[in-house]
């Protein structure tokens, strides 16, 4: 079982426990208890891209309290095999139907006036035209971006933040590789990432759901020439 496998299944267990307490109305007073529920809170926001209902939740309690109680597991434990093989199909369930939901709004932002898709599926929209040159992936650049997820729910942004971000391009996602080198010093663009570029079926826990397609307003500041 790899150890992404093991996180989530120790998350899950906690997230159990949380389902307990919730049902008993915990109250909140004291500073202890409300570090606790943030805790919790967080924990929670790791495993929330795998959506399990409440009625899922229910086996997850049971599971919690019998191991808790001292109980002989009803199920074989240890390896993980029937809860690797769950999380394997539930992540790529959701793939597959934010791949779709994705695919749509890629079309809908390649149909836009301007906008270029390439093979790999970048859709890039130019805004501002630079003047400067294009940067390689051998380079550093320094850029100014604002992203989002389909729905527009803003998962990163540099903007915001306040601050440009700089980082070597060869170490980024595939897609934006691709499109920065593609944008002069100076210019903007409007970028849309097909999870096959971005982060894939496995997505970026809490934000990014597997399969997720991305969407990026992006100006590039400058490039930092590679040192010799």
């Not at 060869?170 to 593609?182: D, M, N, T």
């Amino acid at each position: 079982m790899n150890a992404y496998l093991r996180r989530l299944a120790s998350l899950i267990i906690i997230i159990g426990v949380a389902a307990c307490a919730q049902a008993e109305e915990v109250s909140l007073e004291t500073e202890d208890q409300k570090a606790l529920y943030e805790m919790g809170h967080q924990i929670a926001q790791r495993i929330a891209l795998f959506e399990l209902s409440d009625a899922e939740l229910e086996y997850v309690v049971a599971g919690v309290r019998d191991g808790a109680l001292g109980k002989e597991p009803r199920v074989p434990t240890g390896e993980g095999g029937s809860l690797r093989a769950f999380l394997e199909r539930r992540r790529g369930d959701q793939a597959s139907a934010e791949k779709e939901a994705g695919a749509a709004f890629a079309a809908a932002e390649a149909a836009e006036e301007g906008a270029e898709t390439f093979d790999s599926g970048l859709v890039l929209r130019t805004v501002v035209a630079g003047e400067g040159e294009k940067p390689t992936t051998a380079d550093t650049v320094r850029v100014h971006y604002h992203g989002t997820l389909r729905d527009g729910t803003v998962f990163d942004s540099s903007v915001d933040r306040g601050e440009p971000a700089v980082f070597p391009l060869g170490r980024v996602i595939p897609c934006w590789q691709e499109a920065l080198q593609k944008i002069a010093e100076g210019g903007k663009a409007r970028v849309v990432c097909p999870s096959d570029i971005a982060y894939g079926d496995r997505g970026s826990p809490p934000t990014i759901k597997p399969g997720a397609t991305l969407a990026f307003d992006v100006e590039l500041l400058n490039i930092m020439k590679k040192k010799e």
